[in-house]
């Protein structure tokens, strides 16, 4: 998919579009693309496609993980359990 620059929707709405509609498609399972292959792909500057992660990140979608990257939440962690992870995830587990 390509940026619409004609649009009278915001460039950072649209890539959140996209990339929630490959998300709900499941074209994206696991992790989104980095910023940087993102602002490549689609010729956008890195505060527009942050501000499109953050789109989906306060939906629930996606969750970042600081030097990791940007990871899809589980289906089942979406929504009343808001947001927290359910059992039988021991690797979401930090131990101090």
Same mark, same amino acid.
């Given at each position: 998919?390509?940026?619409?620059?004609?649009?009278?929707?915001?460039?950072?709405?649209?890539?959140?579009?996209?990339?929630?509609?490959? *998300?709900?498609?499941?074209? *994206?399972?696991?992790?989104?693309?980095? *910023?940087?292959?993102?602002?490549?792909?689609? &010729?956008?500057?890195?505060?527009?496609?942050?501000?499109?992660?953050? *789109?989906?990140?306060?939906?629930?979608?996606?969750?970042?993980?600081?030097g990791r990257?940007?990871f899809v939440v589980?289906? &089942?962690?979406?929504?009343?359990? &808001?947001?927290?992870?359910?059992?039988?995830?021991?690797?979401?587990?930090?131990?101090?």
């Amino acid at each position: 998919m390509k940026i619409d620059e004609t649009s009278p929707v915001h460039p950072y709405v649209q890539l959140a579009g996209f990339l929630r509609a490959d *998300i709900q498609a499941g074209k *994206i399972t696991h992790q989104i693309p980095s *910023i940087t292959d993102l602002t490549e792909e689609y &010729g956008l500057a890195v505060g527009t496609v942050r501000r499109s992660v953050k *789109i989906l990140v306060d939906e629930g979608l996606v969750k970042t993980v600081p030097g990791r990257g940007t990871f899809v939440v589980d289906k &089942g962690s979406r929504g009343a359990s &808001g947001g927290k992870k359910g059992p039988g995830r021991p690797h979401d587990h930090v131990s101090h």
